[in-house]
């Protein structure tokens, strides 16, 4: 009896703790066939890459709504909301900008911005949870873009692929500033994660 001890965890999960791991499932799978694609630059991987976006926000959707519907909010379903979602619409958004081609010195540096502003958003958004939710079952509004927007990013990669403009071909071509490269389709990037860390922004949760 002893091995079942391992997996006391699992017992602790509700059906949106599933649909949530989905999710991050998804997001990890778009790394996969990114690093896939790099190497065989077949674009089936590519796109494949890019189906999990919708797949992985649709799972994001679907965990809340059970959520809601069966009662069962707790903070563990909280932080690991968090965790897929920075997965799938940070870390695996940048795996395919990387693979799509922006892989200049500056690139990395908006790429990795991106993903921290995501990070730090969605820390923001935990720690203040309580406050904004003014003791209702959901927060009445974000601070900030949320995260799952990040899919309009990897919609205007899949553009690009479908447009044949993948690598030396994206669009906004490539510059040279001091040691390295930048590609100026990054600079969507870095405005993504700065409109996910506004405090200003206030958009209404539906």
Known sequence: MAPLKHFSMIREFHLADFLTLANAACGLAAVFFSMRYMGSQALTDFFAAMAMAPAALLFDWLDGRVARWRHMHSALGRELDSLADVISFGVAPAAIGFAAGLRGGWDWVMLTYF?????????????????????????????????????????ILAWTAWQDRLGAHLYGGIWTIGPCDLHPLSLLFVLSGTLMISKTLRIPKV
Not at 115 to 137: F, H, I, K, P, Q
Not at 143 to 154: D, H, K, R, W
Request: aromatic share 8%.
């Open 115 to 155: 993903v921290c502003c995501g990070v730090s958003r969605l820390a923001r958004y935990n720690v203040t949870a309580e406050r904004l939710s003014e003791g209702a079952d959901k927060v009445a509004y974000f601070e900030g873009t949320p995260i799952p927007t990040t899919v309009l990013l990897t919609g």
